[in-house]
């Protein structure tokens, strides 16, 4: 059974600060990964969706990368903004190439103006 | 992408009563996914809706505790019955497309008193 794992719980950094969260999965047989944002009250935003075959994905100043090997990804935010400031969580699927999706419990961001 | 609206956005609801939510998505679709995020947690997957056939249940989660309707190809209920506080959590509906990722509607946030 897939287990998905995010550190930190929460994260606050200063403006214009690069961060790294890190997700970390229990079965590396993954199809894909996807990463969203959650802002409060709000429900998911698709930010990258990151192949089996890909090592990373990048969108603007999002970067996410994927090492099956180790059971971990990442996703790099460049030059953070206050706007950034949201819960990014990780989900892979369940099994195999299932679109049922396993979620982390997530990261909290803040950036601070 | 797809667009995805659910109504009631949110709810108050009494203990013993029943709420059905609705989840309407743009454009055709196979399967639809219902999720649950309760307060702290990740998302769970609750149900597989396809039309034509029943929904398929995620383990600890029975047709008879929530119903679930999938009458035509851009449209599903999910009704959260006989409510007890411990149902209090986002509700939210998602669906795939051809390039994999996932979307998701903007949630319904349930309150049981």
């Known amino acids: 059974k897939q287990e998905v794992t995010q550190i930190p719980a929460a994260l606050s950094v200063p403006e214009g600060e690069n961060l790294v969260l890190n997700c970390s999965f229990t079965d590396s047989a993954i199809y894909n990964l996807q990463w969203f944002r959650q802002d409060p009250g709000k429900g998911l935003t698709s930010l990258l969706l990151?192949?089996?075959?890909?090592r990373e994905q990048t969108s603007g100043r999002l970067n996410a990368s994927l090492d099956k090997s180790s059971g971990r990804s990442t996703l790099y935010i460049a030059a953070s903004q206050p706007g950034d400031s949201a819960t990014y969580l990780c989900a892979l699927p369940s099994q195999g190439g299932s679109e049922k999706l396993v979620f982390g419990k997530g990261t909290k961001l803040t950036v601070n103006p | 992408s797809a667009v995805i609206s659910q109504k009631p956005s949110r709810d108050i609801c009494q203990r013993g009563t029943s709420l059905t939510i609705q989840c309407q998505v743009d454009s055709q679709v196979t399967m639809m996914f219902w999720y649950r995020q309760q307060p702290g947690q990740s998302l769970t997957l609750i149900a597989t809706a396809n039309q034509g056939s029943e929904a398929t249940y995620e383990s600890g989660f029975v047709i008879d505790k929530f119903p679930i309707s999938r009458p035509n190809l851009t449209f599903s209920t999910l009704t959260v019955s006989n409510m007890s506080p411990e149902d209090s959590s986002i509700y939210l509906c998602s669906v795939v497309f051809a390039e994999e990722t996932q979307y998701f509607g903007p949630g319904t946030r349930l309150l049981v008193l």
């Open positions: 990151i192949q089996s075959s890909q």
